[in-house]
């Protein structure tokens, strides 16, 4: 019951933010930019993100390897696919996660051991993006952006610079999570593990951002590329909010809100989150047809016991 309330409430706050962008902005404006696309552009974005998918999918079998898992690089790319398709239906941003972990969980019975290994990999992402949203306000220049912002963006480096040095000095501290903590800190007990999966982070999201500028390039927005160095990674960092049912809503409002920075328009910058959402939509549904001609077997029932388990 207390599941369904907070669903409810996400789905409510989803409408709610995209009630209002709709009202401030014209939403015929929008469909017209979108149609007059390049889609030359949009297709170079979306074989991007293609491409990027398969490299998440060699970081995640790195990771997983400290967690004593052996599939096959095939196999992690059709659980990688598979955790799009499933971000369409599960009501939170991480859904995908949540059934890659049912997949590799499933078939080697470790369902901690898959939760470790689905966690470290978001984990390295998400740190990733918080280094290089601190690199750009530190050295890339936007005029008026609130001080306020840039304040938080280095407080959470800093604090992001402290959780992956700590463990390697007390890493007894993870200990006292229990045996989660405990298979946790394999990743320091073989940095190079951990450093191989950030450095193909780094990789991951500089082609995010290209994605991106082509994404702009698209439908004619022009600013500087540096920019974008400082838009995404705090565009997904806000979209990772537990506040509204897959970010939606959150993503767009702050595309919206960050692209104001850059004179940007907001028809222009709703346009941008939409072409953003169409290349994701699509790929999500090609991961659904990866996983339709595997041969792994899915049942939605044991999904949503794996789904209560992890939550």
Not at 114 to 120: G, Q
Not at 134 to 159: D, E, H, M, R
Not at 206 to 215: A, D, R, S, V
Request: with cysteine; proline share 2%.
């Amino acid at each position: 019951m207390k599941k369904t309330i907070t669903t409810i409430l996400k789905a409510s706050i989803s409408i709610l933010l995209m009630v209002y962008l709709f009202k401030k902005i014209d939403i015929k404006e929008v469909w017209q930019l979108f149609q007059h696309a390049h889609l030359s552009y949009l297709i170079a974005a979306f074989i991007l993100y293609m491409a990027g998918q398969v490299i998440c999918a060699w970081r995640w079998k790195i990771i997983a390897v400290v967690m004593e898992f052996k599939n096959t690089f095939r196999e992690f790319i059709t659980y990688y696919f598979a955790g799009m398709f499933f971000s369409l239906f599960l009501p939170t941003l991480v859904g995908g996660d949540i059934g890659r972990c049912y997949l590799i969980a499933k078939e080697n019975k470790k369902t901690r051991h898959a939760i470790v290994s689905v966690l470290a990999d978001r984990g390295t992402g998400l740190a990733v993006l918080i280094f290089m949203a601190g690199i750009s306000v530190t050295l890339l220049k936007y005029g008026n952006v609130p001080s306020q912002i840039i304040w938080v963006v280095l407080i959470a480096n800093v604090f992001l610079i402290l959780g992956l040095l700590l463990p390697f000095f007390a890493g007894g501290l993870l200990g006292l999570l229990g045996k989660t903590g405990e298979l946790a800190m394999g990743f320091w007990k073989k940095p190079s593990v951990l450093f191989q999966s950030i450095f193909i982070s780094m990789i991951f999201q500089t082609l995010i951002i290209i994605i991106h500028i082509f994404i702009g390039l698209s439908i004619g927005i022009n600013v500087p590329w540096k920019f974008y160095f400082f838009l995404i990674p705090l565009v997904a960092t806000v979209s990772m909010l537990p506040l509204s049912i897959s970010g939606i809503g959150l993503r767009e409002g702050a595309f919206v809100y960050f692209f104001s920075y850059a004179n940007v328009t907001k028809t222009e910058a709703l346009t941008f989150a939409f072409g953003w959402f169409v290349i994701v939509l699509i790929a999500s549904l090609i991961g659904g047809l990866v996983l339709l001609a595997s041969n792994k077997g899915l049942s939605w029932k044991q999904m949503k016991e794996e789904k209560m388990q992890t939550e």
